[in-house]
């Protein structure tokens, strides 16, 4: 591997980024620490088609030095395919502590559903744990094509896409005391969080059916012929819902 300096006009973004979502804010940060610093690590980057150059490994230092107005970046060479780019990217970050488990999903989702990679070589390549990774493979197996879109681009929390898909269960949640009516419960709760600690429990486990609708401080959740009602006691801040 070398050490150069490239024009940042001849380096792209990785064709596939191991990321859900980028955060500008980090980016911002981390531009501005540069500003101070310097760069204290160079990019890794490896060569494509028509003499330009892809970032492998470093794409928020890249982004961060362009937001900057640099004209040139220090730049590790490597060789590396689509495949082993998204590998390297993603055991590097790895080792930074640097990855959450949306991103997990989707390089998982990467090697074993688009590339046909085997799920124990995946494993042994990203360092994950074979019941990690089986976990969720089975949320994209059985979520619906909109929500596994949601969990892919870090739109649907994992956690809740384990709930939705029925390979964990959702986190239990002490409800309070509530009469029951014909085909309707009615709970009163104290706050606005306890609201919402009921509505993450009920769309955990979502039937096509729910629907919230709002009116002052009561809510009514409808499950099926089923509803819910929630009084509130406090009046929830303006925006929410």
Known sequence: MRVKNIPLSQINPPAFDIRARRSPKKVEALAADIAKRGLLEPIKVREVEGGKYEVVDGLTRFLAVESLGWKQVPAIVTEADDVTAVIVAYVENAKRQNVGASDTVRVLDYLCNK??????????????????????????????????????????????????????????????????????????????????????????????????????????????????????????EEGGE
């Open 115 to 236: 590339v046909g990679m085997k799920q124990r070589e995946a494993c042994e390549k990203l360092g994950i744990r074979p019941e990690t990774a089986s976990r969720y493979l089975k949320v994209l197996e059985r979520l619906p094509e909109e929500q596994r879109e949601q969990v892919l681009n870090g739109e649907m929390s994992v956690r809740k896409a384990l709930e939705r898909a029925g390979v964990v269960k959702p986190k239990e949640v002490e409800l309070p005391e509530c009469e029951l009516y014909e085909n309707a419960v009615e709970i009163t709760v104290k706050s606005e969080a306890d609201y919402e600690a009921l509505k993450n429990v009920i769309s955990a486990v979502r039937p096509p059916r729910l629907k919230l609708f709002c009116n002052g401080v009561k809510y009514t959740i409808e499950v099926g012929r089923w509803l819910i009602r929630v009084n509130l006691l406090e009046r929830p």
